[in-house]
């Protein structure tokens, strides 16, 4: 099965790190900037799992694209998400399957508009990892795990081959038959997160150390009555785990946005905060969830005048 993976940063290289890795056909498109990264540096990932140096793996920019791809993993941030779009519709064929690895859920509207409804696959991935010097991947802590499906939660030869071409020793992957109420549950985990901790600009355990668990706890529930409302309620169990980790004395837990905001980046305040609260109907109070979209809108416009 022949691989492209959408990006080489944190994410996509990562994941399509470890399959090359591992001996899969894996190519990355990238940008100017980041070949030249690439063929300097080398793909190298530094991790508790274990380290890889690569070398400067197969790499194209989107005019070299000469064929269709079996598998497109599309790592790139929701921001990105139109130039990715434009940048990869040459390794599109009529057989391609698409792997989003974006937060949210509106990336899948825009891209069943792009390429039609039966190419796209939902997917999420839980890792902790940024970019470091010299575009090295710095995987902070070991959760690695990605999670994809058929859309409609249909078992389908495409997804056979695809299950086989992404089973590797070095990745926790797997697949699901709800993948969109996963999908909704990490975005619940990931709203709560970030408002927390970009609100208060520290971490889970700090939050909790000054008496902030319940700061926590109510914006999870604005969340949750959100995606209950739009028909994706959480699984009691993964209620339960999202409050755990969300309260857990002690924890170095934060979200990327955060990270983001400290390097003066660019930050998902719109697809993973603005998104969720325009589906919010009347009736729902989400008080905390609506300051700390203030707060990440206010960051961006700081940031724009910089």
């Known amino acids: 099965m022949r691989i492209l993976v959408v990006g080489a940063g944190a994410l996509g290289g990562y994941y399509g790190g470890r399959l090359l890795a591992a001996g899969r056909d894996v190519t990355f498109l990238v940008r100017p900037r980041r070949a030249a990264e690439l063929v300097r540096h080398g793909l190298v990932i530094r991790s508790p799992l274990g380290d890889a140096d690569l070398g400067t793996p197969p790499h194209l920019l989107s005019e070299a694209i000469d064929t269709p ?5 599309l790592a790139c941030k929701g921001y990105d998400l139109d130039g990715a779009i434009r940048s990869m519709l040459p390794a599109v064929g009529p057989q ?9 859920m509106h990336h899948l509207d825009v ?11 939902g997917g999420l991935c839980v890792i902790p990892a940024t970019l470091g010097e010299g575009g090295a991947i710095l995987h902070l802590a070991p959760p690695q795990t990605l ?19 992404l089973s590797i020793p070095t990745l926790d992957v797997r697949r699901s038959d709800a993948i969109v109420q996963e999908m909704w549950e990490k975005w619940m985990l990931l709203a709560t997160l970030a408002a927390v901790t970009c609100l208060m600009q520290g971490t889970i355990g700090e939050i909790v150390a000054v008496g902030g668990a319940d700061l ?3 914006a999870l ?8 409302a739009c028909g994706h309620p959480p699984r009691p169990a993964v209620h339960d785990r999202m409050l755990a980790a969300l309260t857990e004395p002690g924890s170095t837990a934060h979200a990327s946005m955060l990270r983001d905001m400290r390097k003066g980046v660019a930050a998902e305040v719109e ?3 603005a998104d969720l609260l325009r589906r919010r109907p009347d009736g729902i109070a989400t ?9 990440g809108r206010v960051y961006e416009l700081q940031r724009a005048g910089a």
């Open 111 to 121: 891209l069943r508009a792009a390429f039609g409804p039966a190419a796209v696959l």
């Open 96 to 104: 391609t399957a698409v792997l989003p690895l974006l937060n949210g």
């Open 221 to 228: 529930a604005e969340c949750e009555a959100i995606a209950g």
């Open 69 to 73: 791809y079996d598998l497109i993993v």
């Open 216 to 218: 926590s706890r109510r």
């Open 287 to 295: 008080p905390i969830l609506d300051l700390a979209l203030l707060r």
């Open 147 to 165: 999670v994809w499906g058929e859309l409609d939660g249909a078992a389908t030869a495409r997804a056979d081959a695809i299950a086989a071409a």
């Open 271 to 273: 697809h993973v905060l």
